[in-house]
């Protein structure tokens, strides 16, 4: 996290891809990945339950269907790593890929008005699933708003890259 923490330590510093995560064939979903993961490392509120105090260091890993975060504390050591099962999310994932093609698509050719009326849709069923990501997570992380919503994006990547 960059500049002044003023103290604070629940939150992740480093943020890398595991293996098990290519580049996506998509250079505008690729785009959203590489941009999720900046704003992630730039600003978090990550709280890991019952965890030893961070900032931590994390790896991104997609398994089975399920994004792992892998988490180590600031001593380096392995702390429980948190498991988002993408299921939960599959509904709501099918409805945002489509605004999403419809928003790539109105911003090339569509109307200001348009492509407006497109983005809030977007961003309304973007506020949906970060709100479900919260909920899913709440008895494992403690996380805020921003940061919920850019792990819902990395999830939404994740999920577009099969």
């Known amino acids: 996290m960059k500049g002044d923490d003023c103290g604070r330590t629940q939150f992740i510093a480093e943020i890398a891809l595991g ?3 290519g580049r996506h064939p998509s ?3 690729e785009h959203e990945r590489k941009v999720a993961i900046y704003d992630l490392s730039e600003s978090n ?7 030893p105090p961070g900032p931590y260091s994390a790896i991104l890993n997609a398994v089975d269907n399920r994004l792992i975060i892998n988490l180590k504390d600031p001593e380096g050591v392995c ?9 939960p999310f599959r509904s709501l994932m099918k409805d945002y890929a ?3 093609n419809a928003y790539m698509e109105a ?3 569509a109307k200001p008005s348009r492509i407006e009326a497109i983005d809030m849709g977007r961003r309304g069923l973007h506020n ?5 990501l919260r909920d899913a997570l ?18 939404y990547v994740f999920q577009m890259r099969g």
Do not use: W
Request: hydrophobic share 40%.
């Open 128 to 132: 949906e699933g970060s709100e479900l």
């Open 19 to 21: 293996s098990s995560i």
């Open 138 to 155: 709440k008895h494992k992380v403690e996380l805020d708003e921003d940061t919920a919503r850019r792990i819902f994006t990395l999830l």
């Open 107 to 109: 911003i090339r050719a």
């Open 45 to 51: 509120s990550f709280s890991p339950i019952g965890a």
């Open 27 to 29: 250079p505008d979903v």
């Open 98 to 100: 489509q605004i999403c």
């Open 79 to 87: 702390i429980d790593p948190v498991n988002i099962p993408m299921s």
